[in-house]
């Protein structure tokens, strides 16, 4: 039996989704799809990469299928906003995907591309329109549309809207949209100001809620390298040439910065791409496709430039610079390790990044492991401040492990010490174990789904163990062949480690 019927989805989006193979609904799609079904307005917490599209798509397309007027001239029926043009066009996409037995016509609506064809697309009305909000206030100053006959409305990622600075655009074009609508509304974080967002324009609305960061986050092997600003380009060739990688995203916080990664890498007889918002809507189509090919194995972002993009197989991501805002590393590490399958995240931190890093440490409540640039594992400062190196404790071929088998190694977030002794964790003990009576890790991140932990339980604080022979200070960068073999070299003295743990 098809999981899919129990949600209550019609045939053709049933036989869309076999066709798809996707076997079940996600956990957001099974929250969120009988509450859509129903009428009812929804709020989601949920980031991309949940299936958070097809969550709010399907049921749509349900009720389209289930209702057949045409729309009337320069109307749509539902009317999805996104932040980005990327995004917009992934959600096209799905609803044509999802859409193939029922053929609703959808126009896409972004800007950096002309205008008139989009007019056109419009002039007889459309079921769907996915829209950037600039573009559509534009649309709607040319008449083009008008939102008086929208039966759906969809705010995708409203957090990053906000951070993009369309809170004005949005409440603009909410105004014209009739207020007897149906509302979802779609964010990965809930501070205050989307809150109230969303009090402002839904109607006692479901609130539904998955914990994308804990699949995410702990699927991906992460990893941090202490270096210096200037060493950064040469750090990064270095990593492109020595890691396994298949496809790798790599994070600027700046367009300029992406422009000159791309350079450096040139220089050192490295290809890659950059994609940000100055680039053309036809470049930015061109680079992703090459990138979805394979064409290109390195791209360079910035976060509003990669937010959204759905491609598979990217192994690697890489923050040139770390995010200084938490949440953005993320949604950043989160373009790896999609649909169930593993990922590794590099970051590169500066002196002035220290302070990113400790943030972002308490977001996701993990102490991603350090090292330096040669690879010499850097231990937290101890209580008396003084930062320690553990020579070479980084096990060979510990990089390829998963984090939540290696986390048990790795010193806990200071910030969990409470300044008390550090405990050993026995071995039943899990990492992201709920703490029953812990007060919240941290006041501004206090949404348990954020990343599906509640705290931790004792964490394993083992004393700087030295292997001797600095293997550490070539390991993380060596190719899987080496590896394996400098993994055998070393393997009688992991084992003897670990009979004494
Ligand atoms: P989204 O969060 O909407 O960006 O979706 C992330 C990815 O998950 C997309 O590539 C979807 O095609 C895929 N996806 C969505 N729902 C499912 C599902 N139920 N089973 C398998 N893959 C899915």
Redesign the pocket.
Known sequence: MNP?LDLGLSEPILKA?TD???????P??AQTIPQVLLGRDVVGI??????????F?LPILHHLGGDRRRPLPRTCRVLVLSPTRE?SA??VD?FK?YGRYLRPSVALAIGGVNINPQMRALAHGVDVLVATPGRLLDLMDHRAVTLDRVEVFVLDEADRMLDMGFINDIRKIVRKIPAKRQTLFFSATMPREITDLASSMLTDPVRVAVTPAATTVERIDQRVILVDRAAKPALLAQLLRSEPIDRVLVFTRTKHGADKVVRALAKSQLSAEAIHGNKSQNQRERVLAAFRSGKVRTLVATDIAAR?I?V?GISHVVNFDLPNIPESYVHRIGRTA??GADGIAISFCDAEERVFLRDIEKLIRIKIPSTDQRGVRIEEPRANGAAIEANAERPAGQADRPQRERQQSQPRHPDHDGGRPQHKRTRGQRRGAPQRNGAPHNGRHQEPSRNGRQGQGPQQQGPARDGGDGSIATVAFLRPAQRDKHQQHHAGDHRARRGTR
């Open positions: 899919f989704l798809e193979k996707y076997v079940s609904p996600t957001i799609q949920a980031q991309t990469g949940t299936g958070k599209t097809a969550a798509a995004l992934q959600i799905s995907t959204g759905d598979e999609r649909a």
